[in-house]
């Protein structure tokens, strides 16, 4: 059950007591809307999530464009987690090719037609685009819907033709929304309604039991009793479904005076059963019983209004805004569709798939409607009529967070005036939450605000529940998420503070699936039938499917691995681990092993060889380094978190690794030698420049040793933008420099005032001496000759080396794969 969070006790805002008072009085007509003034960004998301949490009432909030619905959605989201709000998105028309379907649009739209048409409450944000855009009927979804429960009678084969008419596809293995899969008599379903598959497991014609299970191992995860099939899609594709859509497509081809092999094509296609999903523009072809409302739009085709329940609030964010928006949206779409005209394509009119803005207006008067900044917008779809004035809030964004850029560096730090401006809030009774991106951010900047004695808490409960435990002295808590904005809201006594306002915004890195730890798979999803896999005790084999095996009465699921000769491995499914798939040169195929030979074990042995011989001759340097020890460098301290927080970019999970593995290894006595393996781009620069930021405040030196004058022009400007802001002297020794500048840079050097150089071999010969070399950054080794390795060989016996590198020699990565040097890896794309 919702728990209701009575904010107000707190802290009485006028304002947010008006709206809640005329919105609820029984006088207040839908045909009135209510405008509210002065919410902006952020603000406004946390207003309509108090107006949710006090009405109870399902909200869907219009904004004008699908960069602003993101980020409304995820505002509100923040304030009142991701399950009690959804995005639903709009289609691109992008092509008027059949086959041009767009997949996780149509299933994101499904999922929240489903949620609308059960009446669940939440926030639905969508951009107006969305709402323009009609959806397949109302009725045609419910006739599809169906409970499937244990112990239900089901005829297989009647399933899987329901499952392919709703769209879904088949597959061997069901890992996305949308797919499902037959084996025997198991039946696997991913719903675009459920957040993880189902395995449905029959005893003849009866369903026995229904368990999820997770998509990357296909295991289970727990049993259920019942669960709701709903469409892939927004078409049916149904018999009669097709044949309303080989009709009409027949008859448009003829008013387009099209050539036949069009026409026959396209129908070809949905006769033969070819596709489980189309364009969105041709919706409205398979529920056309008559040819005429394919042209005028005069169609069986819902509006989203018909899936809205009436005692919704509709909040339209902008209204003038989105008058423009929609004549934009319809030039578009007309500029698009006359081009297909031109070309002699097959398409549609947009009033068969678009509502315009006088069928909006009559839409939106049925509802009652909240106006965010309303503006009065005269004969205009989005007018707001209402004879009361505006209510307005007294809500500020620009908090002037940003810290001034000291001329030196200063004890009290850059983030001081921000800090005083904090106590103050503090004072009267504010209470203060910090928001940022990630786990690091939230280690950092908690470290940070410690630094500065704030009495900073990590926030345990969700933001309404924390709001309700604060003290009348102000609380200052800091929490995980992201918002579009900081603001304050005086009349709840409420600071929002985004780390991006006060740090600079950061390029977020996409969503990527989490490295893996290990080159051992994790699914057999990841193999494909003829790849060639390596297993630990009995070498290089093919894949050759997965089988279901009974044994003792017992069955189970195995993996077929087959060796030279045609010998067969049933491996089980929960000894995965033991298997990876085959990494070599493209192109040429690997020699299979002999099941129960010795080919394999000489291979192992070869390589255990080999790993001796290079251990061997370089163990001497090693060695010294071991019984070598050195002070400690100094823990990171505020500045370091400053510099750190600076970063124009959020740090990768292996990024945020190899950095800490750094700080572990300058706070050890031994001196550092590590190796980071990563390719272009995927931020080895940065964790060079935490290293090397942590040395020189330390009172010591540092030099980036580069193979190429190129690469060495790079990395200073690189290291000088990062250390402006600070009292560092960075140099670069290359032949670009003159003799005077380089005995200058040398000079330098030798009495301490340079704090990092960066140069090519240069930096290798006599004349150059260092005051207190602490650490030695070494780009591309392998790019470096003979005589330069020597030295760094003895550069090694001396400081702290960091090795970066996206192609390491062989014997590199055998002293780091041997536990010689350290190994940090950056799998992780930025």
């Known amino acids: 059950m919702r728990k209701i969070v009575d904010i107000r006790k707190h802290h009485t805002d006028p304002a947010f007591q008006e709206i809640i008072s005329r919105i609820g009085e029984p006088s207040a007509s839908v045909k009135d809307s209510l405008c509210i003034e002065g919410l902006q960004g ?114 297989r084969d009647a399933l899987v033709e329901k ?50 299970f997770d998509p990357a191992s296909q295991r289970s995860i727990d049993e259920i009793v019942d669960f709701v099939l709903a469409p892939a899609g927004e078409v049916i594709f149904s018999e009669a479904g097709k044949q309303h859509a080989i009709r009409n497509i027949r008859i448009r081809a003829d008013e387009l005076e099209l050539p036949r092999l069009v026409r026959d094509r396209i129908t070809e296609m949905i006769g033969q059963n070819l596709i489980s999903s189309i364009n969105p523009l041709f919706v409205p072809l398979f529920y056309h019983a008559d040819h005429q409302s394919v042209r005028f739009g005069d169609s069986p085709l819902s509006s989203l209004f018909d899936f809205i329940p009436e005692r919704a609030l509709l909040i339209l964010n902008d209204p003038a805004t989105m008058a423009q928006s929609l004549e934009q949206i319809e030039n578009t779409v007309d500029r698009f569709l006359l081009k297909a005209r031109s070309e002699d394509r097959f398409f549609l009119e947009r009033e068969a798939s678009y509502q315009n803005g006088e069928q909006l207006r009559l839409h ?54 921000l800090v005083e401006k904090i106590r103050e809030r503090l004072k009267d009774g504010y209470c203060m939450t910090f928001v940022c991106g990630g ?14 004695q ?97 044994i003792a009465d017992i069955e189970n699921d195995f993996l077929l691995l087959e060796y030279l000769d045609g ?43 080999s790993i001796r011989e290079t251990a061997e001759e370089l163990v001497a340097v090693y060695a010294a380094r071991e019984v070598m020890e050195r002070s400690a460098f100094s823990p990171p301290d505020r500045l370091y978190d400053e510099f750190s927080a600076a970063f ?16 572990l290894d300058m706070n050890d006595a031994k001196p550092m030698d590590r190796l980071i393996c990563g390719d272009a781009g995927f931020g080895k620069t940065e964790v060079a420049l935490r290293a090397s930021f942590r040395a020189v405040m330390d009172g010591r030196q540092a030099a980036v040793l580069v193979p190429t004058t190129i690469l060495a022009e790079q990395h200073f400007q690189t290291f000088s933008r990062r250390f402006k802001d600070y009292p560092i002297r960075v140099e670069v020794l290359n032949r670009f420099k003159t003799k005077a500048e380089q005995l200058v840079i040398l000079e330098g050097l030798r009495k301490g005032s340079v704090d990092i150089v960066i140069g090519t071999h240069r930096l290798l010969q006599k004349d150059v001496e260092f005051k207190d070399l602490g650490l030695g950054i070494i780009d591309e080794e392998q790019r470096f000759g003979v005589s330069h390795k020597e030295k760094l060989k003895k550069m090694r016996t001396l400081v702290d080396v960091l090795t970066l590198t996206a192609t390491p020699i062989p014997r590199t990565l055998h002293l780091s794969l041997v536990g010689i040097r350290d190994l940090s890896i950056i799998n992780t794309p930025p």
Request: aromatic share 8%; glycine share 8%.
């Open 648 to 663: 124009e970019f959020e740090e990768t999970p292996d990024q945020a690794r190899a950095i800490e593995d750094i700080h």
């Open 42 to 155: 952020a603000a406004g998301a946390f207003c309509l999530s108090c107006l949710f949490r006090e009405t109870g009432r399902l909200l869907v909030v219009v904004v004008p464009t699908e960069r602003e619905a993101r980020a409304m959605e995820q505002d509100v989201a923040f304030f009142l987690g991701s399950d009690q709000v959804s995005l639903y998105p709009a289609w691109d028309a992008l092509s008027t090719d059949l086959l041009a379907f767009q997949r996780d649009v149509e299933l994101i739209r499904i999922g929240v037609l489903y949620r609308l048409l059960c009446g669940k409450l939440g926030v639905i944000v969508l951009p107006l685009k969305a709402l323009m855009q009609k959806v397949m009927p109302r009725a045609a979804l419910e006739d599809y819907i169906r409970t499937i429960a244990i112990g239900d009678l089901l005829d």
């Open 163 to 212: 499952l392919v008419m709703g769209g879904y596809r088949r597959e061997t293995l069901v890992e996305e929304m949308g797919e499902f899969g037959v084996r025997g008599h198991i039946v696997d379903i991913f719903p675009p309604t459920a957040t993880a598959p189902f395995r449905l497991e029959f005893f003849g014609d009866e369903l026995e039991s229904i368990r999820r």
């Open 439 to 452: 786990a690091e951010e939230v280690r950092r900047t908690t470290h940070l605000l410690a630094q500065y």
């Open 567 to 609: 010998d067969k491995l049933y491996l089980p499914v929960d000894r995965l681990d033991q298997i990876q798939r085959y990494l070599g040169p493209d192109g040429r195929p690997p020699k299979v092993d002999k099941l129960g030979g010795m080919s394999w074990d000489a291979v192992k042995e070869k390589v255990k060889k």
């Open 454 to 550: 704030l009495p900073v808490q990590p926030a345990a409960l969700p933001f309404f529940e924390e709001m309700e435990r604060r003290s009348p002295s102000g609380q200052l808590a800091i929490r995980e998420g992201r918002i579009s904005g900081s603001f304050v809201y005086p009349g709840m006594k409420l600071i929002v503070i985004s780390d991006e306002d006060i740090f600079g915004k950061k390029t977020h890195r996409r969503k990527w699936r989490p490295a893996r730890e290990g080159y051992f798979l994790k699914s057999f999803g990841e193999l494909k039938e003829g790849d060639f896999v390596v297993h630990t005790e009995h070498g290089i084999g093919l894949y050759r499917g997965l089988q279901k095996l009974a």
């Open 364 to 417: 939106c008067e049925r509802f009652q409607r909240i106006m965010l900044e309303g503006l009065p917008l005269g004969a205009g779809p989005f007018a707001a009529h209402s004879a009361t004035p505006a209510v307005k809030f007294h809500v500020h964004s620009d908090l002037g967070l940003r810290p001034t850029v000291p001329s030196g560096l200063e004890e009290a730090g850059k983030l001081a005036p």
